[in-house]
Every structure is written in C-alpha cells, then in structure tokens.
C-alpha cells in the first residue's frame, strides 16, 4: 500500500546537521506534494517545510528558513530535509507526509499518506 518511511533521526549537539529523508514506496512520489512536520515535546504537530510534486517550488516556515533545506529526487523515490545550525527548539518527532498537488506548489493541508516519523533530539 501507500507508504512514507522516515530515517535519519538521532542526537546531535546544538549547532550540528543531520538530513532526514523520506522513502515512499507504493505510489509514483512524482505525482505528489511533500511536506514535512513536526512535533516537539507537549506541543502541536506544525507543518515546517514542503516541495512540489515536480520540485520547482518549495516553501520554509520562518523558524527553519535559512536554516533547513528540502530536495527531493523522483527516480530515488526519496525526499530529504538537511538540517543545519540545529537549535534545542528543533528537537521532536519529524514526519513526512505526501498529497496529490491542487496547485502547482505545496502545503500542509489535506496530506494523504503519512510517515511514522522519525525522532531529532538535540542537546544543548
């Protein structure tokens, strides 16, 4: 069936990297937005970066711009999220999640399949 599988999750001290990347297997990753979330400790999940199906248009909340990066590559199936200059506030549960396109960019509404994430935890 439709699947995301997240990975490259771990510790990492406050002003280090670490790329997170997306696996999607069932579907042509192609024909889909991605977007990636998040959920820090007691807090609500927020959706923090997304890229167009075909990878021409990309978005940043303002807490990960400049900071974070997303690219995609269709014939690997995969989606990544590098991480740089990681904060202390960037620490949580990091998910990817995938919806047919309404437009010709990305969002995070109407996601339809989800990953089960993968856990960032950094140390100050």
């Known amino acids: 069936q439709l699947q995301l599988v997240e990975s490259g999750g771990g510790l990492v001290q406050a002003g280090g990297s670490l790329r997170l990347s997306c696996a999607a297997s069932g579907f042509t990753l192609g024909y889909y937005a991605i977007s990636w979330f998040r959920q820090a400790p007691g807090k609500e999940r927020e959706g923090i970066s997304c890229?167009?199906?075909?990878?021409?248009?990309?978005h940043y909340v303002d807490s990960v711009k400049g900071r974070f990066a997303i690219s995609r590559d269709n014939a690997k199936t995969m989606v990544y999220l590098q991480m740089n200059s990681l904060q202390s506030e960037d620490t949580g549960v990091y998910y990817c999640?995938?919806?047919?396109?309404?437009?010709?960019?990305?969002?995070?509404?109407?996601?339809?399949?989800w990953g089960k994430g993968t856990l960032v935890t950094v140390s100050s």
């Open positions: 999640a995938a919806r047919v396109p309404y437009g010709p960019g990305c969002g995070y509404y109407g996601m339809d399949v």
């Open positions: 890229i167009s199906g075909d990878g021409r248009s990309t």
